[in-house]
């Protein structure tokens, strides 16, 4: 039973670019959970998202960040015109009901240069 | 969620047992008691949990006191592998909408060989 899977897991840009970070659930697993962790500080809760639905983004910065978890597919966690704040391991974890316990991916560690 | 303390690291010879102990005296009677560690750069795994009970599974034993205000994760026989940061975390499960982790800043158990 393969785990939660997170691509790429290494992410170089530069100011001003995109960043793509994907994530794909555990198998029967439909809610899906975005975290970062900065350098040397702990994980926060970045947004919680169901099949098409995202419940609760209270984490993630208003400016810049999106995420969404389409019918088929991967989540995604978009970040627009990249700054170096930005740079950080981003961690995606997944549950088979919302109170759950939550399986962590490997992370997309992201680096702006 | 009710606030966890843990000292900020400890150190364990290799294959001795190591107890990783976790203060959360404002738990209320509905919050489980989680465990996760992060091994250097990778993701969050879960170990264990429980709510009452003392719990035991393939890589640890989970002990919580009668008044359920402190609690001792207990690895059997460490190995240097074990080297991580051990993070107790408190949630309300099945019910609610605690499903964001909170994580604090762990203990970074040490094991020596």
């Known amino acids: 039973n393969a785990g939660v899977m997170q691509n790429p897991r290494h992410l170089v840009r530069r100011r001003g670019q995109e960043a793509r970070l994907r994530c794909s659930p555990m198998k029967g697993h439909s809610h899906v959970y975005w975290y970062r962790q900065l350098p040397e500080e702990g994980l926060k809760f970045m947004v919680y998202?169901?099949?098409?639905?995202?419940?609760?983004e209270s984490g993630m910065p208003k400016e810049r960040f999106s995420a969404e978890f389409p019918k088929e597919g991967p989540s995604i966690l978009r970040i627009q015109q990249v700054v170096r704040g930005d740079s950080a391991a981003y961690f995606c974890?997944?549950?088979?009901?919302?109170?759950?316990?939550?399986?962590f991916g490997p992370g997309t560690r992201l680096t702006v240069l | 969620d009710a606030k966890t303390t843990q000292p900020p690291s400890m150190d364990c010879a290799e294959g001795r047992a190591a107890n990783l102990p976790c203060n959360h005296s404002?738990?209320?009677?509905?919050?489980?008691v989680y465990w996760y560690r992060q091994i250097h750069s990778q993701g969050p795994q879960y170990i264990i949990h429980?709510?009452?009970n003392n719990e035991t599974n393939e890589m640890a034993s989970l002990i919580i006191t009668e008044d359920r205000k402190s609690s001792t994760l207990i690895l059997p026989h460490a190995t240097l592998r074990d080297t991580a940061v051990y993070y107790c975390?408190?949630?309300?499960?099945?019910?609610?909408?605690?499903?964001?982790?909170?994580f604090g800043k762990g203990t970074l158990l040490t094991v020596n060989p």
């Open positions: 998202l169901q099949k098409e639905n995202i419940i609760d």
């Open positions: 404002t738990i209320s009677g509905n919050e489980y």
């Open positions: 429980g709510l009452k």
């Open positions: 974890a997944s549950s088979l009901q919302g109170a759950d316990t939550q399986y």
């Open positions: 975390i408190v949630r309300v499960v099945n019910g609610g909408s605690n499903y964001k982790l909170t």
